[in-house]
């Protein structure tokens, strides 16, 4: 009798109902309840997607981003030039006999010789670009190279000095440097030579970045152009390890990207993972999977604020006030298909993974609270009898 009358209470509840009575406890809704946000589509900017590989294909197109190679060319390994502010030394010879900068030199097996060799003091490179000669006057050195300074001096010293030579040589680069900031060891200004220094080589010369490499970024500045990459892929692909150029800011950056995990998972947790990115067939193994005894495989939801440009809409999206749509993902695990897009699927920053519990198990619980429910007493009278 008392369990005709539980079952009879039990059909009652769940008669006309599309969902579980709100009282049963639970980690979060069930698969039914996120469907319903979508109908009507008028009473709520939240959008609900159901992932299929179109979608997730659209998505990783969406992050796409311009490698450097791309944005700023292979490039060339930096010519010298001199600027305002570089600090030279001038050398001047003198072919024998010397006329304008010679002095006496004894050789044990030719005698004495007159031979001219003069260092004239270091100096900077003013702001009008010019650096001064004795017996030559002002000398344009700015936005040149050493070869074309040496032949100017030498040049204009002709008929003063007898077969002269000359050396320019840089003592302090103050013009051609890349700066270097962010989570490097030492943030410094890196000057350019002839060899060519690349990306990795500024980093190097910062002593390495602070945090592992998976989880750091490199973002380049070059003029208005500024892009970033994950340092893991620019040690991959030597051809994003571009050249540098005078004036670049180059900043490591440690993102510590991470996605929560709720509902009937492995475990609920926050997962942090690399800069480069990582699947949702790779996040959910990292929380081992989902729960079998509680999950439904229709329930995984991924609940993300999405750009209104990440895909193509049949109706254009109402952006929130960041200017972004909340996204509801669903993904349907009972189809075999499904695991091969999980391994297209880009998990993105902040996303929150939910799986709900499957109706059977909603059904336990309000099976277990009514059947406890109508045993207490009997057992109650039980006791009291013995």
């Keep these: 009798m008392k369990l005709r009358i539980a079952l009879l209470l039990c059909s009652a509840c769940l008669s006309g ?24 589509p008028t009473l709520s900017t939240i959008r609900l997607v159901r992932v299929t590989d179109e979608v997730a294909r659209q998505l990783v197109n969406s992050r796409k981003q311009p490698s450097f190679s791309e944005t700023f060319g292979a490039g060339k390994p930096y010519d010298p030039l001199i600027g305002a502010g570089d600090v030279i ?28 060799m003069v260092n004239f003091p270091e100096q900077m490179v003013n702001s009008r670009g010019q650096i001064s000669m004795p017996f030559v006057g002002a000398v344009q050195a700015s936005g040149r190279c050493s070869r074309d300074i040496e032949e100017e001096i030498a040049t204009r010293l002709q008929g003063k000095a007898n077969q002269p030579q000359v050396l320019v040589r840089t ?9 270097l900031v962010g989570d490097v060891n030492n943030s410094s200004r890196v000057p350019l030579s002839a060899r060519g220094e690349r990306l990795l080589d500024a980093l190097a010369a910062g002593g390495g970045v602070k945090q592992s490499v998976d989880r750091t970024t490199v973002q380049l500045a070059r003029g208005a152009k500024v892009r970033a990459l994950p340092l893991e892929k620019i040690i991959q692909d030597p051809a994003q390890n571009i050249y540098m150029q005078p004036g670049d800011v180059v900043t490591a950056l440690f993102q510590p990207l991470s996605f929560t995990m709720l509902g009937a998972a492995g475990k609920s947790d926050e997962i942090n993972f690399e800069a480069q990115g990582i699947s949702l067939a790779q996040a959910l193994a990292r929380v081992g999977g989902m729960n079998d005894m509680r999950a439904d495989a ?20 109402t952006p929130g006030p960041d200017g972004k749509v909340p996204v509801v993902y669903q993904v349907n695990l009972r189809d075999p298909s499904s695991f091969f897009i999980a391994q297209n699927f880009p998990v993105a920053d902040h996303d929150v993974l939910f799986v709900s519990n499957s109706p059977a198990t909603e059904l336990q619980k309000f099976l277990n609270i009514v059947l406890g429910a109508v045993s207490y007493p009997s057992l109650m009278a039980v006791n009291a009898a013995r």
């Design 298 to 317: 229709q329930g995984l939801f991924i609940f993300r604020y999405e750009e209104p440009t990440a895909l193509n809409w049949a109706e254009a999206p």
């Design 171 to 179: 003592i302090q680069n103050n013009t051609a440097n890349v700066t």
């Design 17 to 40: 109902c599309s969902t579980w009575p709100g009282w049963l406890p639970t980690s979060g809704p069930s698969r039914a309840q996120v469907e319903m946000r979508e109908i009507p």
């Design 89 to 116: 030394e001038v050398s001047v010879w003198e072919a024998p006999p010397a006329q304008l900068f010679g002095t006496q030199a004894f050789d044990a097996r030719l005698g004495p010789s007159n031979t001219g």
